[in-house]
């Protein structure tokens, strides 16, 4: 067993995909800003010098901290300062980027499942259906996703009861960002299905008597997925600032927990008075988070379409 796995990682590390991997400095920073940010929001509770969430832990004199610098009043020194409320701006970093990423990862996936399902349902079965959906596709185009993110979100915090409103907010937030992103999933998938659903392979399964259903999920589906992975890797980054958009104008996450931008939005009412960290380490890491992340999609563009290379 486990040199059949050690036969399959020296495979793994000898293929093309590896190969490009190596070779491509961009790629492998990127990779590795990504996974040092997301790991360290995973691990934030063992990381983070304080609970910026947790009151009993805040202490109002350490409050506008400036970087480095000793509290005039308490002495205690913080890394990257402190904000209004004395909390650390390091772990409100770390705990505000848990709840950005768990809303970006959380909203492709919703977005990348609808969108496959639409897209294979209208690529293969055709006629008035496909009509339908790609005509919903079509006129959703015709609207930016944070405007169409921003309506989705007001009518469904509408139907939500108003002393729930803060707990669901997160996942009210997930609905919306992803019923404003299937739309490219489920036109890049329609058009593999047109081109596989007409392949010798799919009509032996017809002929075999494989009903629609396991046709389109045991044959054209895995066919279609390295189109799949490219897109929601780069609509995670669109994802990540549609959270953070959305929570800068106040119609994201609630203020018991906040993201990446709502930490934003904070820092802007103090960035010219002087305290321009609150804004500014919180700003730099929503960057590197959503360009590492969108340069890895690119990169998986041009490694997986042989016509770019």
């Given at each position: ?15 093309d995909f ?12 990127s990779f ?15 990381i983070a010098?304080?609970?910026?969430f ?6 109002l ?11 005039q ?18 772990s ?9 990423l768990?809303?970006?990862f959380?909203?492709?996936?919703f977005?990348m ?7 294979l ?39 939500t009861?108003?002393d729930q ?8 937030l ?11 999933f ?6 593999a ?8 392979y799919v009509?032996?399964?017809r002929?075999n008597g ?11 589906l ?23 958009t959305l929570?800068?104008l106040g ?10 931008g ?8 103090y960035?010219?008075s002087?305290e321009?960290w609150?804004?500014?380490f ?28």
């Amino acid at each position: 067993m486990f040199s059949k796995l050690a036969d399959n990682i020296q495979r793994a590390k000898k293929s093309d995909f590896m190969y490009a991997f190596r070779h491509s400095p961009v790629a492998m920073i990127s990779f590795l800003v990504a996974f040092i940010l997301i790991l360290s929001a995973i691990i934030a509770p063992l990381i983070a010098p304080h609970n910026p969430f947790d009151p009993a832990t805040l202490n109002l004199m350490n409050g506008f901290s400036a970087p480095m610098v000793p509290n005039q009043y308490t002495s205690e020194v913080f890394l990257l300062g402190t904000d209004d409320q004395g909390r650390d701006v390091f772990s409100t970093i770390l705990y505000g980027m848990r709840i950005s990423l768990f809303v970006g990862f959380a909203a492709v996936t919703f977005a990348m499942v609808l969108g496959v399902s639409l897209g294979l349902i209208a690529g293969y079965v055709g006629g008035w259906v496909d009509a339908i959906i790609m005509r919903i596709a079509d006129v959703q185009l015709t609207f930016p996703g944070i405007l169409v993110a921003m309506l989705i979100f007001g009518i469904a915090k509408g139907f939500t009861p108003i002393d729930q409103r803060d707990e669901m907010a997160i996942w009210v937030l997930i609905i919306a960002i992803g019923l404003s992103e299937w739309v490219q999933f489920a036109r890049v998938v329609r058009g593999a299905t047109l081109v596989e659903k007409n392949k010798e392979y799919v009509q032996a399964a017809r002929l075999n008597g494989r009903r629609s259903g396991g046709i389109m999920l045991g044959h054209i589906l895995p066919n279609v997925l390295g189109p799949v992975l490219v897109i929601a890797t780069i609509s995670l980054a669109l994802a990540i600032i549609a959270e953070a958009t959305l929570s800068f104008l106040g119609v994201g996450a609630p203020p018991t927990q906040p993201s990446l931008g709502t930490l934003i939005r904070i820092g802007q009412g103090y960035l010219f008075s002087g305290e321009w960290w609150i804004l500014l380490f919180p700003a730099l890491t929503l960057l590197m988070l959503a360009l590492s992340v969108n340069l890895l999609g690119d990169w998986l563009r041009d490694v997986l379409n042989p016509k770019l290379r």
